[in-house]
């Protein structure tokens, strides 16, 4: 039997705490480890305990989803983040994104979409709800030139890469696109980087908005 996907919570309320525990109790394969209502207190739980994901909120008095997100980011860097918030907001997504996130969910979500984010998460993937997305796409592409300095409207691209910015765009793992292409991971990262490079963006909600202003999805 496969061992549970470990979640740890936190939240400034705790109404949303117990609600959010009694609902992940009754997923399959995932056992809450800790509920906090003081996201300062995250670190130090992490330090002792086995977790895989943290479930956190955005928008938490004494310290953020944000910054706590930094914070863990620069102790646990193969921990899983996924933030679950009422803000779609283009510009916090991207602040939320850029600072390291997993996954991001909207509060309104029910138990099915809830379930398959921290399953998606588990798998080494990421997961963003549909609305988020749609933020996501909206956003100017970030490029590394110069603002001042448009990006070109259309690159060559090798038959490959397009193919791994198609499963980029599905939200892939390096290892799950190795698998798919029959190559490996080393090589799927090497590609990842030229497509980068090419196409002048920083991450992969570049390469997806590149794709699909440009109807390769």
């Keep these: 039997m496969p061992s ?3 979640v740890l919570l936190t939240d400034d309320h705790e109404i949303i705490l117990d609600s959010l525990s009694l609902l992940l109790s009754r997923i399959d394969s995932v056992e809450v480890v800790g509920t906090l209502i003081d996201s300062r207190q995250v670190v130090n739980f992490l330090e ?3 977790v895989d994901i943290l479930l956190t909120d ?3 008095p004494l310290l953020n989803g944000i910054n706590l997100t930094l914070q863990v980011r620069q102790h646990f860097p193969q921990l899983k983040i996924l933030m679950l918030t009422v803000s779609e907001d283009a510009d916090r997504i991207r602040e ?3 600072a390291g996130i997993s996954g991001y969910v909207m509060k309104r979500a029910g138990k099915a979409e809830l379930e398959k984010a921290i399953k998606t998460l588990a798998r080494g993937e990421k997961y963003f709800s549909e609305s988020v997305m749609t933020q996501l796409m909206a956003l100017p592409v970030d490029p ?3 603002s001042d300095e448009a990006p070109a409207p259309l690159v060559p691209l090798t038959d490959r890469e397009i193919e ?5 765009a599905q939200e892939l793992s390096t290892n799950a696109i190795a698998e798919k292409l029959f190559i490996s991971p080393g090589t799927v990262e090497t590609h990842r980087h030229n497509i980068l490079r090419k196409l002048g963006v920083k991450n992969s909600i570049g390469i997806i908005k590149y794709a699909v202003k440009h109807g390769l999805l």
């Design 144 to 146: 590394v030139r110069p």
């Design 164 to 168: 791994i910015i198609k499963l980029v």
């Design 4 to 6: 549970p996907i470990r």
């Design 96 to 98: 939320a994104f850029r």
């Design 58 to 60: 955005m928008d938490m």
């Design 48 to 50: 002792e305990n086995e």
